[in-house]
Each structure stands twice: as structure tokens, then as C-alpha cells.
T-cell receptor
Framework: GAVVSQHPSWVICKSGTSVKIECRSL??????MFWYRQFPKQSLMLMAT?????????EQGVEKDKFLINHASLTLSTLTVTSAHPEDSSFYIC?????????????FGQGTRLTVV | GQNIDQPTEMTATEGAIVQINCTYQ??????LFWYQQHAGEAPTFLSY??LDGLEEKGRFSSFLSRSKGYSYLLLKELQMKDSASYLC??????????WGAGTKLIIKP
């Protein structure tokens, strides 16, 4: 399968600061990556779809000025949580598909557990 | 709207068999996935069905009936490490993944 690497695995930050999460496709080119948030005991919630070289598409209710997404290359997408608050504490997961390699399944990064104190 | 239903929680005994059902109503269909997710970890791929029938992979099997909008994941010879959440997801006509809420499977000795 294809490999997606997400960094960092966990981060603790102070309220009001910003945090950047990186998502890399290691062995394939991902023109599209997906960012999810998952609260405890809940399923994945799609936040936005990140498209290489263009603006991300945000789901309803997700603040695009707060969750900045940059997909500057075919192998890297970043999510920046700006002015983080305790309610932003969650598990953030990125995924990508590799249709050019015949994969329709989603490959997930390891996830980032964000705790805002 | 699009909807995927699966039970919230199931309990089974080590060594037994368990079937986790998933029903869906989506705008178009390009396949159904099952993922396993252990607590605090990202989901991992288990199976993909796009044609009707049963796909077997070791202890895990997945079944699809497109006419009924129904799938199930069958886990045999349950092991304690199978305790996890199992997520059903459908690829719709726009190739967007629609996720179920997940089924938490608890395995008891």
C-alpha cells in the first residue's frame, strides 16, 4: 500500500498559539488530501479537502481562517490551527488516495493528538 | 441526504464469530470500505467491496449487496487484539468517502 506520514504525533500548546501539522505522501503523489478531526468516541469528521496548487474546500461549519490548509506540493499538505483554544483539542488525521496507482482506498497518516492548555 | 448506519457497540467472546452490519444510502456508489481503528490510532484498511458478494481475507470477510444497500464485516476466531472500532465507509459518485459512526467491538475472554 501507499504510505502517508503525519507529524507531529502529539503536541501540547498554550491557548492562543498556532500549531502546524504536516501530512506527507511518501511513495506516491497525492493531488488531493483530506483532513479529519475526531473527538473521543466519535467517528471521523471531514474538515476539508486539500487540493494541490489551489484553495482547500472546507466542510460546512469549519472556519477556514482558523484552520489554514496549504497544499503546495504533490507530496505535502499542512494544516495550521491558528489561535488554538481548548475546544480545538482533538485527534487530527490526514488521508490521501493514490488513484494513479490503482488504489481507491484511503491511506491515513498516524494522526496528531492536539491538546490546548 | 447521505447516510450510513452501523451499530454503536457490540460485544463478543474470544474465539467466537461476530458480524458487524452496515447499511447505506448515498448519492451514487463506487465501493464500500471497512477500516479498523484502535483507540488513539488512525484507521487501517481492512477491505474494499465494489461488486456483490463475499470477499474473504484470512479471519476477516466482507459482504456487499448493492441492491439492498447493505454490507457486513465478519470476524472469525476472535482475538483480544480485535477489540477496536470498525468503520464502514462508502465512496459516493463524487469519489468522496462517506463515513459511518463506527462500531465499537468489545472482546471478552
Amino acid at each position: 500500500g501507499a504510505v502517508v506520514s503525519q507529524h507531529p504525533s502529539w503536541v501540547i500548546c498554550k491557548s492562543g498559539t498556532s500549531v502546524k501539522i504536516e501530512c506527507r505522501s511518501l511513495d506516491f503523489q497525492a493531488t488531493t488530501m483530506f483532513w479529519y478531526r475526531q473527538f473521543p468516541k466519535q467517528s471521523l469528521m471531514l474538515m476539508a479537502t486539500s487540493n494541490e496548487g489551489s484553495k482547500a474546500t472546507y466542510e460546512q461549519g469549519v472556519e477556514k481562517d482558523k484552520f489554514l490548509i496549504n497544499h503546495a506540493s504533490l507530496t505535502l499538505s499542512t494544516l495550521t490551527v491558528t489561535s488554538a483554544h481548548p475546544e480545538d483539542s482533538s485527534f487530527y488525521i490526514c488521508s490521501a488516495r493514490a488513484p494513479d496507482r490503482g488504489y481507491t482506498e484511503a491511506f491515513f497518516g498516524q494522526g496528531t493528538r492536539l491538546t490546548v492548555v | 441526504g447521505q447516510n450510513i448506519d452501523q451499530p454503536t457497540e457490540m460485544t463478543a467472546t474470544e474465539g467466537a464469530i461476530v458480524q458487524i452490519n452496515c447499511t447505506y444510502q448515498t448519492s451514487g456508489f463506487n465501493g464500500l470500505f471497512w477500516y479498523q481503528q484502535h483507540a488513539g490510532e488512525a484507521p487501517t484498511f481492512l477491505s474494499y467491496n465494489v461488486l456483490d458478494g463475499l470477499e474473504e481475507k484470512g479471519r476477516f470477510s466482507s459482504f456487499l449487496s448493492r441492491s439492498k444497500g447493505y454490507s457486513y464485516l465478519l470476524l472469525k476466531e476472535l482475538q483480544m487484539k480485535d477489540s477496536a472500532s470498525y468503520l464502514c465507509a462508502v465512496l459516493d459518485s463524487n469519489y468522496q468517502l462517506i463515513w459511518g459512526a463506527g462500531t465499537k467491538l468489545i472482546i471478552k475472554p
